[in-house]
């Protein structure tokens, strides 16, 4: 069996899946910042170039829906990533107020770059997983990302 790591604070004992589960996400994005750093990007801008790469041409608006990020966070990220020369903004044909997402040919040449950084950074996170915990560990996040984002049903007491 790996290294649990360091002792579980005792204030966590009541959340342990929670505490591995932010332990991870801290881990996991600390990796992928130092790699998007080289690339001279910020984390999150990743995630929107996707979403252009398989969508150019998008309403800010529907961008904003495919990432799950604020507004606000989305909307510093963008005008990053145009001051950087990655996209332009213009006004949406049907509305004025409404923008539309482009990429430049300096967004869209980080295509191959941005895959091959997010290649590597799978096989860091599975190297040591089979496909069958692979899988399963996906299928469980989903569970788990469900469960703490329905707002629906009310936290047990």
Same mark, same amino acid.
């Given at each position: #069996?790996? =290294?649990?790591? /360091?002792?579980?604070?005792?204030?966590?004992?009541?959340?342990?899946?929670?505490?591995?589960?932010?332990?991870l996400?801290?881990?996991?994005?600390?990796?992928?910042?130092?790699?998007?750093?080289? #690339?001279?990007?910020? /984390?999150g801008?990743?995630?929107?170039? #996707?979403r252009?790469?398989?969508?150019?041409?998008?309403?800010?608006?529907?961008?904003?829906?495919?990432?799950?990020? =604020?507004?606000?966070?989305?909307?510093?990220?963008?005008?990053?990533?145009? =001051?950087?020369?990655?996209?332009?903004?213009?006004?949406?044909?049907? =509305?004025?107020?409404?923008?539309?997402?482009?990429?430049?040919?300096?967004?869209?040449?980080?295509?191959?770059?941005?895959?091959? #950084?997010?290649?590597?950074?799978?096989?860091?996170?599975v190297?040591?997983?089979?496909?069958?915990?692979?899988?399963?560990?996906?299928?469980?996040?989903?569970?788990?990302?469900?469960?703490?984002?329905?707002?629906?049903? /009310?936290? /047990?007491?």
């Open positions: #069996m790996n =290294d649990p790591g /360091p002792p579980l604070p005792s204030s966590a004992r009541e959340g342990r899946l929670s505490h591995a589960v932010f332990q996400a801290r881990a996991h994005r600390s990796r992928a910042a130092a790699m998007l750093r080289a #690339m001279d990007l910020h /984390p801008q990743e995630l929107l170039l #996707m252009l790469f398989d969508k150019d041409g998008q309403p800010q608006s529907e961008l904003l829906g495919s990432v799950g990020l =604020d507004h606000s966070t989305v909307s510093k990220s963008l005008r990053r990533m145009r =001051d950087a020369g990655l996209l332009t903004r213009e006004p949406a044909a049907h =509305d004025r107020r409404a923008a539309v997402i482009w990429l430049t040919e300096k967004g869209r040449a980080l295509r191959e770059p941005l895959t091959a #950084m997010w290649r590597t950074l799978e096989e860091a996170s190297r040591d997983l089979s496909p069958e915990e692979v899988d399963a560990f996906i299928d469980i996040a989903h569970r788990i990302e469900g469960a703490v984002g329905d707002r629906d049903r /009310p936290p /047990p007491p």
